[in-house]
């Protein structure tokens, strides 16, 4: 038996499987807010701070999610450390949840902060069209392969479970 | 007498007592600390807690004497920066230091039973409940910089001395409500502690973007710019901080707790 069958047969059971799966979306949420910050406001300088012109829930908004990005970014690492030291980590499946923590943050970005709370636009002083497209389907493509992977290790999973059920 | 006197060439009475005060409280530390370690019943004390103290007592007076000190009366950049280090990583640093545990192994077994005691009153259930120190902390930060408090402080001595220690208890509570190094007999579960550390970081996020568009009276715009900043994204550094601390204590629990219960099968097998 390889070792990976041996994980599925064994020791990962269907709470280690999510877990796997929760642990990447944390981190891809808190690494793209990280990132988007990096790089569009104090690299590029295409976003604001703030703008001023935002209404108050946007403000609010933008401040709860900034401080459960922060704060998820660090839990994502310890459930990761935590499943390494039960040796149940299972990459692919880890980084199909980073690909749907990224996708779902800049599609949640993309449309309901910058297009219907207004916090702020992707850029100022161009035609805001095509970087709004360029943003939300970047998005929806990364979102998409993340929840196929989700799906796939899933399937996986099972079919070996059920193999080592049989066999059992 | 206006507050901006302060500091004017060479040191002023006040400053040298402030410093001290700072001596002695390291000075008072480090002896405890010291010669508590001397007896057997004790490990020695860490010295990772000696230099937290002591880098804790140097936040906390710079904060009040000095360059920084000296140019917040007129800067409010500075004016942030300063409360950065008092109201977040002087708390932290102190917090990691364990003054109360060094306090109850250093006095005699009765005066510890009877501050421990002192510690259980429900005064302090209620003070050390996250949701009373957030509001502590962070609410008495938004009424700081919303209303004209920010402006009176600067004309009020006895004023101007009550938000600054204001500051640094609130902020000291708030760390020990949510990091438990010293005895805590009121401790409160992960998911409560994190949900309300979470709000809390964002009513401070929320607080720094609206100084950066709405300057207290008496801010020029571009110093409340960038105090605003300096909140922002210096708060974000010290609340990993404490985040990363948060974390590793849930993850020693969780480790701990596998430990105990794998010990428990085998008994049970054997």
Known sequence: MTNREQLYKEELNSYYLNRNLWSGVLFGMGLIAFFDEAVFHQLLHWHHFYDRSTPGIGLVADGLFHA???????????????LRSKKVFWSKRWWAGVLVGVGAFQLYDGVIQHKIMRIHQIRYGVDILPYDLAWNISAGIILAIGLYLTARTKKGWEEMRGIAANEG | MKVSHWGHGGFTFTELIIQLVALLGIGLYVGAAVISSRHGRFRPWPR??????????????????????????SDFTFHMIGHLLLGMLAPLLLVFSAPITLLLRTVRVNTARRISRLLKMSYFRWITDPV????????????????????????????????????????????????????????????????????????????SKYIYAHPPNGVPSLQAEMGGMWMYYGGDLIDVMIIVVMFYQWYQSRRSLIRSRAKGQLVREG
Not at chain 2, 132 to 142: K, R
Not at chain 2, 167 to 182: C, H, K, N, P, R
Not at chain 2, 186 to 204: D, E, G, I, K, M
């Open chain 2, 132 to 207: 009373a120190a957030s509001l502590l902390n962070v609410g008495g930060l938004w009424l700081l910089y919303t209303t004209d408090l920010y402006q009176m402080m600067h004309h009020h001595l006895f004023l101007h001395i009550l938000v600054h220690v204001h500051v640094f208890l609130a902020g000291y509570v708030f760390t020990a409500s949510m990091i438990y190094i010293d005895p805590t007999p009121h401790r409160t579960s992960f998911v409560y502690r994190s949900t309300v550390y979470v709000l809390a970081l964002a009513a401070h996020e929320i607080l």
């Open chain 1, 68 to 82: 459960f990005s922060w704060f998820a970014t660090v839990w994502s690492l310890f459930i990761l450390a935590e």
């Open chain 2, 48 to 73: 990772h807690r000696y230099i937290c103290w002591i880098l804790g007592m140097v936040c906390v007076t710079i904060t009040i004497i000095g360059p920084i000190a000296h140019r917040a009366h």
